[in-house]
């Protein structure tokens, strides 16, 4: 059975531990090396992370008999659309209903906030897209989007609330 939590900024240094067991392991094999590693020291530094925060993300964290398991963050991108910039679990935990966990209590979360739309990105070749179009989102469009020196070759992902 799965609680959540708030996440305050003291709980970054949590996200960062989660973020060192689960992103790089997604990406690899998706991505470069290089762009994994660019990536993950733009997104995933405590300062970037406090930065999100403060910039109106909302964090949670999945726990597990007071165990983290994995975490999610959303912020709002327009009127009634609320978007899901990050769900990661452990490897370990994948497949037992904690990534289908966090995303209902996003949407339980941001109905509360007058959303009818949840949205997210997804790079077009990660696996974790068929978990996406297993709990409800579709394809809403494809999107190739300039980050760094690479670029993001995504689907954008909408499932109504």
């Known amino acids: 059975m799965y609680t959540y939590k708030t996440a305050l900024p003291q709980d970054i240094a949590t996200i960062v531990s989660l973020a060192d067991r689960t992103w790089k392991q997604t990406y690899r094999g998706v991505i470069s090396d290089e762009q994994i590693e660019y990536m993950y020291g733009q997104m995933y530094t405590p300062e970037a992370l406090l930065g999100q925060q403060q910039n109106g993300h909302t964090f949670i964290i999945a726990l597990e008999n007071d165990e983290p398991m994995g975490f999610a963050s959303f912020s709002t ?7 899901i910039h990050k769900l990661y679990v452990l490897p370990e935990t994948q497949g037992k209903g904690c990534g289908r966990y966090l995303v209902d209590v996003v949407a339980e ?10 949205e997210l990105n997804v790079n077009r070749f990660n696996k974790a897209k068929h978990f996406y179009d297993k709990i409800g989102f579709i394809i809403y ?12 070759n995504d689907y954008v992902m ?3 609330l």
Do not use: C, H, Q
């Not at 991108?77 to 978007?83: A, C, D, L, Q, R």
């Not at 979360?109 to 949840?118: G, M, P, R, S």
């Not at 469009?141 to 993001?152: N, S």
């Open 77 to 83: 991108t327009e009127p009634s659309v609320y978007k």
């Open 109 to 118: 979360e941001v109905k509360k906030l007058n959303a009818t739309i949840l």
């Open 141 to 152: 469009k494809e999107v190739d989007i300039p980050y760094g020196d690479f670029v993001l």
């Open 158 to 160: 909408r499932r109504e």
